[in-house]
């Protein structure tokens, strides 16, 4: 099993969900967070003065799927992403060993179907 963790545009999330659904992925977490890249923040006009924002709100998204599903999901989040431009984010692929459903007891790819 594959752990997909995605930093992506907050305004993109309704997108990765849909794209992810579409080809078969059902069920993600995710958290708003704050960071920065290359993007460096971004500074903003209030009243006549400027100000930098170091930290960029993203939201992050974690997706375990079976290992033959992961490059479906990952090339679904980066369509539902992709605009070009600085601060499009980051995915994170890693293994994952074992995966429990509490309620039943089942265990590896039968508790994440």
Known sequence: MKRIEAYVRVNRLEA???ALEAVGII???CEQVRGYGRQQGR????????????LVPKMRIDVVVRDQDAERALEAIMQATRTG???????????VLDAIRIRTGERGEDAIA
Not at 43 to 54: E, K, L, P, V, W
Not at 85 to 95: T, Y
């Open 43 to 54: 500074h903003d006009m209030y009243r006549g003065s400027t100000y930098a924002h170091n």
């Open 85 to 95: 431009e600085l601060g499009d984010g980051k995915i994170f692929v890693s293994e």
């Open 27 to 29: 069920g993600l977490s």
């Open 16 to 18: 990765v969900k849909d």
